[in-house]
C-alpha cells in the first residue's frame, strides 16, 4: 500500500484577533501540513493548486465593503479557486466573501445573531443541529449553483 502525502491546507487568516482556533486542532489531527496567510499583511495571493484545503476565517471587517485593501485578493484567491475545483471553506466573514466571489451578495442584516442560536440542517451527517455560538452582524445569498446545508433562520 502506497502511503498518502499529508493534507496541504491553507488557512486565510484577515487580522490578530481572528485565530484558526478548533481549524488547527482538525488539522493537527490529520497531519496535515499547514501554511497560514496573513492576508492582512501579506499582498501577494498563493496558487490555490498548491493546496488540498483553503480555510478562510473570520473578520471584524464585512465581506461587502471593497475599501478594506485584502477584499480584492482574497476574491481572486477564491475565484482561482473555484476555477480549480479546490475545496474552499469560509468561516463567518470567509463563507460571505466566498458568496460575494462566486455571485451571491453579501451584506448588513436585518437584525445582528449573537450567542447560542438553534441552527437547522438539512444533512444532520454534515453539519449536526444546533445550538451553536453565533456572532454576525453581516449575511449573505447564495451564489448561483449553491445549496445551502445548514442555518439559523427559519427559511430552512
Given at each position: 500500500?502506497?502511503?498518502?502525502?499529508?493534507?496541504?491546507?491553507?488557512?486565510?487568516?484577515?487580522?490578530?484577533?481572528?485565530?484558526?482556533?478548533?481549524?488547527?486542532?482538525?488539522?493537527?489531527?490529520?497531519?496535515?501540513?499547514?501554511?497560514?496567510?496573513r492576508?492582512?499583511?501579506?499582498?501577494?495571493?498563493?496558487?490555490?493548486?498548491?493546496?488540498?484545503?483553503?480555510?478562510?476565517?473570520?473578520?471584524?471587517?464585512?465581506?461587502?465593503?471593497?475599501?478594506?485593501?485584502?477584499?480584492?485578493?482574497?476574491?481572486?484567491?477564491?475565484?482561482?479557486?473555484?476555477?480549480?475545483?479546490?475545496?474552499?471553506?469560509?468561516?463567518?466573514?470567509?463563507?460571505?466573501?466566498?458568496?460575494?466571489?462566486?455571485?451571491?451578495?453579501?451584506?448588513?442584516?436585518?437584525?445582528?445573531?449573537?450567542?447560542?442560536?438553534?441552527?437547522?440542517?438539512?444533512?444532520?451527517?454534515?453539519?449536526?443541529?444546533?445550538?451553536?455560538?453565533?456572532?454576525?452582524?453581516?449575511s449573505?445569498?447564495?451564489?448561483?449553483?449553491?445549496?445551502?446545508?445548514?442555518?439559523?433562520?427559519?427559511?430552512?
Amino acid at each position: 500500500m502506497k502511503d498518502r502525502a499529508p493534507l496541504r491546507a491553507l488557512i486565510v487568516q484577515h487580522e490578530e484577533p481572528t485565530p484558526p482556533g478548533l481549524v488547527t486542532e482538525w488539522l493537527a489531527e490529520r497531519a496535515a501540513s499547514v501554511d497560514v496567510l496573513r492576508v492582512d499583511l501579506e499582498d501577494h495571493v498563493p496558487d490555490p493548486r498548491e493546496y488540498d484545503l483553503i480555510v478562510s476565517l473570520g473578520s471584524e471587517f464585512p465581506a461587502f465593503d471593497d475599501s478594506v485593501p485584502f477584499i480584492g485578493r482574497e476574491t481572486q484567491l477564491i475565484q482561482q479557486a473555484a476555477s480549480a475545483d479546490v475545496p474552499f471553506l469560509g468561516l463567518c466573514f470567509g463563507g460571505q466573501l466566498m458568496a460575494r466571489a462566486l455571485g451571491g451578495r453579501s451584506f448588513r442584516a436585518d437584525r445582528s445573531e449573537i450567542g447560542w442560536l438553534p441552527v437547522r440542517t438539512r444533512d444532520s451527517e454534515l453539519v449536526a443541529e444546533g445550538p451553536w455560538f453565533q456572532w454576525h452582524f453581516d449575511s449573505f445569498t447564495l451564489p448561483p449553483g449553491a445549496k445551502l446545508i445548514a442555518g439559523a433562520h427559519q427559511g430552512l
